[in-house]
């Protein structure tokens, strides 16, 4: 297994609220020196994920994980490793046995943040809780990692970037190969770790 770098949390134009190109996307990825594993999550749409897929194919040394974030009834949460939507009524635990059922990953986003899902989020069987956001405060993601470490679930990093300059402002460093089913199972066995050194590369 290799040691990757993974920005978690990304919205592109296809989220009403991002001004992500996926073109520009891909470029920044593969232009990263070191970060070349990134989620597509926009909100309640999964029509990114093919066209960055499809223009990511030319470089072999990146990897993009299709995924949503789900407006759930309860706040929101990030399934990783579908480029489908899930079956509605979306409460938080009809998301999460979606993911199961087709072998994706359920994380919190952002508990303690507006959107954020706060204390329900104990009750449920997630596959890990977003402890490092790039948009929450500091308070806020020290008080997920302290809920995640509580519940005994691992913490990921998701720059929630809906702008180039916010693209990559964290990451996470998983063990894992570069490939979808490598990179799902590292998140569920906790073969990883947040940061918040990463650097944007600015064209
Ligand atoms: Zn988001």
Known sequence: MDT???????HTVYSSDSLIQPKTFVD?????NYIKVAAITDHDSVR?????RTLASSYPDILIIPGVEITTTAGDMLVLGTEELPPKPWSPQDVVDYAKSIG????????YRLYG??????????DAIEVLNGGSSTAA?????Q????????????SDAHQISELFSV??????????????NAIRKGLITTQTDAKPIHF
């Open 28 to 32: 920044m990825l593969s232009a990263h």
């Open 104 to 111: 994706a990953v359920s994380i919190v986003a952002h508990p």
């Open 141 to 145: 993601n020290q008080q997920a990692k």
């Open 147 to 158: 809920m995640a470490k509580e519940i005994g679930l691992p913490g990921t990093a998701g």
């Open 48 to 52: 990114a994920c093919k066209a960055v």
């Open 4 to 10: 990757l770098y993974a920005d978690f949390h990304i």
């Open 171 to 184: 990451c996470n460093q998983i063990q894992a190969d570069l490939n979808i089913d490598s990179v799902l």
């Open 117 to 126: 899902m706060g204390d329900v989020a104990r009750t449920l069987k997630v």
